[in-house]
T-cell receptor
């Protein structure tokens, strides 16, 4: 049982480049989330989805976009990368809106130079 | 405004002693509470969940919840060096919001051999 799979694990981007962070889960969870984690700043919600075709903004959505075409996949798109987007990105999924906790992916460490 | 507060530490505890981690939350009426352990460079891992006032024990871990005082704590008995990590408190705010959990910034725990 793979749980939540994120790719890539590491990436270096140049300012202005774009990329997609992939996230897939095999637990048939309807709820999926993208967080970023900066040192000393905790986890901040970027976007979330309550099911295929339904997404909504979290606390820090600027500079990001998401889509949810299937229950399994929830990719995060970075357009025009900026140094402020240097962070560790975690995808998570849950049964219900977090009522039983999240399962996290292993994370993507992104550096924008 | 949803807030979850934790002392950032570091909290240093001798091996074999009891480590006590505390968390307060602002949203009265919150129903679900979680403790995650995060090793350096790794993703958060769910170790305890608690939903009712009182204590919940799982092996060396005990979660304590006091809704009237709006705090939740985690006790780790017989602390081991492998318990050294950052511990994140997470709360599911009241209502049917789909935006999931609110996380504290975490407490860095160091178990001294």
């Amino acid at each position: 049982n793979a749980g939540v799979t994120q790719t890539p694990k590491f990436r270096i981007l140049k300012i202005g480049q774009s990329m997609t962070l992939q996230c897939a889960q095999d637990m048939n969870h309807n709820y999926m989330y993208w967080y970023r984690q900066d040192p000393g700043m905790g986890l901040k919600l970027i976007y979330y989805s309550v099911g295929a075709g339904i997404t909504d903004k979290g606390e820090v959505p600027n500079g990001y976009n998401v889509s949810r075409s299937t229950t399994e996949d929830f990719p995060l798109r970075l357009e025009l990368a900026a140094p402020s987007q240097t962070s560790v990105y975690f995808c998570a999924s849950s049964y219900g809106a977090g009522i039983s906790g999240y399962t996290f992916g292993s994370g993507t460490r992104l550096t924008v130079v | 405004q949803k807030e979850v507060e934790q002392n950032s530490g570091p909290l240093s505890v001798p091996e074999g002693a009891i480590a006590s981690l505390n968390c307060t939350y602002s949203d009265r009426g919150s129903q679900s509470f979680f403790w995650y352990r995060q090793y350096s460079g790794k993703s958060p891992e769910l170790i305890m969940s608690i939903y009712s006032n009182g204590d919940k024990e799982d092996g060396r871990f005990t979660a304590q919840l006091n809704k009237a005082s709006q705090y939740v704590s985690l006790l780790i008995r017989d602390s081991q060096p492998s318990d050294s990590a950052t511990y994140l408190c997470a709360v599911k705010p009241p209502g049917g919001g789909a935006d999931g959990l609110t996380f504290g910034k975490g407490t860095h725990l160091i178990i001294q051999p």
